[in-house]
Nanobody, 127 residues
Framework: QVRLVESGGGLAQAGGSLSLSCSVSGRTYGSFAMGWFRQAPGKEREFVVSISWSGGRTSYTEPVKGRFAISRDRAENTVVLQMNSLKPEDTAVYYC????????????????????WGQGTQVTVSS
């Protein structure tokens, strides 16, 4: 069994910064692409960012490009999402996701691709 454990998030003012962390535990053999989705009240879950197992490939949704940055520590099976220049529209529950893949350059962009999910962590940005 694989578990994703998230930490971070909370409340920030517009223009501020927050970071989210996600760790993989359990049966962690093999390689995982990892990333984040978010879901605002009354809206569908949307893709935010993902990173390949190698760390060499990333994908960002357009609204967060230049403001968010994902990084990973393969030895610790952890990813960190640094969120800068936050906007009120970034307010949502953020979910960590992972895909077990043999392809080191694989990354995902849709919920249907994901095998594992975290419990979600709230990010609230005040104007």
């Amino acid at each position: 069994q694989v578990r994703l454990v998230e930490s971070g998030g909370g409340l920030a003012q517009a223009g501020g910064s927050l970071s989210l962390s996600c760790s993989v535990s359990g049966r962690t053999y093999g390689s995982f692409a990892m990333g984040w989705f978010r879901q605002a009240p009354g809206k569908e879950r949307e893709f935010v960012v993902s990173i390949s197992w190698s760390g060499g490939r990333t994908s960002y949704t357009e609204p967060v490009k230049g403001r968010f940055a994902i990084s990973r520590d393969r030895a610790e099976n952890t990813v960190v999402l640094q969120m800068n220049s936050l906007k009120p529209e970034d307010t949502a529950v953020y979910y960590c996701a992972a895909v077990r893949s043999r392809l080191e350059q694989y990354y995902f962009e849709t919920p249907a691709e994901c095998d594992y999910w975290g419990q979600g962590t709230q990010v609230t940005v005040s104007s």
